[in-house]
């Protein structure tokens, strides 16, 4: 009898009985074949590390802003504090040569070339004498022409 033959007479259960279970095959491996997705694991790692770094960098090198706003907030609308706290911010933020000296209108000068845009004639004459005068209609609007000024000034602008 050839081993593809069956009896007529065998039963389902003992044909059953005569099935071999398979092998199971060898497990996947989940790791990547080839060395191009190692490489871009590694590619992606690096550009997150310098995104990092170049965020901790800027975040720390606008320190000084973050100051001269809290003290800006603290300050009310004293025009005086508000000059004070201009000066202050524009000496931690560009080279002192180039800041210490100005005085009037190369002051304000200064201010509207780092800022990118001028400042209005009623607010000019309340940051250079504040000191000396009361202003106490122009003083809002002076307060938050600095926040803006702090905020927005480019350090790499020609001094």
Same mark, same amino acid.
């Given at each position: 009898? &050839?081993? !593809?033959?069956?009896?007529?007479? !065998?039963?389902?259960?003992?044909?059953?009985?005569?099935?071999?279970? @398979?092998?199971?095959?060898?497990?996947?491996?989940?790791?990547?074949? $080839?060395? *191009?997705?190692?490489?871009?694991?590694?590619?992606?790692?690096?550009?997150? $590390? =310098?995104?990092?770094?170049?965020?901790? #960098?800027?975040?720390?090198? &606008?320190?000084?802003? #973050?100051?001269?706003?809290?003290?800006?907030?603290?300050?009310?609308?004293?025009?005086?504090?508000?000059?004070?706290?201009?000066?202050?911010?524009?000496?931690?933020?560009?080279?002192?040569?180039?800041?210490?000296?100005?005085?009037?209108?190369?002051?304000?000068?200064?201010?509207?070339? $780092?800022? *990118?845009? @001028?400042?209005?004639?009623?607010?000019?004459? @309340?940051?250079? %004498?504040?000191? =000396?005068?009361? =202003?106490? %209609?122009?003083?809002?609007?002076? !307060?938050?022409?600095?926040?803006?000024?702090?905020?927005?000034?480019?350090?790499?602008?020609?001094?």
């Amino acid at each position: 009898m &050839n081993e !593809t033959e069956i009896p007529a007479d !065998t039963s389902l259960v003992e044909l059953l009985d005569q099935l071999v279970v @398979p092998e199971l095959p060898a497990p996947i491996s989940m790791v990547p074949q $080839t060395m *191009g997705w190692p490489i871009v694991g590694a590619v992606l790692v690096l550009l997150l $590390t =310098y995104a990092l770094w170049r965020w901790f #960098r800027v975040y720390r090198a &606008n320190a000084y802003r #973050r100051a001269a706003l809290a003290e800006l907030a603290g300050a009310g609308d004293d025009p005086a504090q508000v000059a004070r706290i201009l000066r202050r911010a524009a000496l931690a933020g560009f080279d002192r040569r180039d800041v210490a000296g100005l005085r009037g209108r190369d002051w304000i000068a200064f201010l509207e070339k $780092t800022g *990118g845009e @001028p400042w209005e004639e009623v607010l000019k004459e @309340p940051l250079l %004498t504040g000191p =000396y005068r009361h =202003y106490a %209609t122009i003083a809002p609007r002076l !307060t938050a022409r600095a926040a803006r000024w702090i905020r927005t000034h480019d350090r790499e602008a020609p001094s």
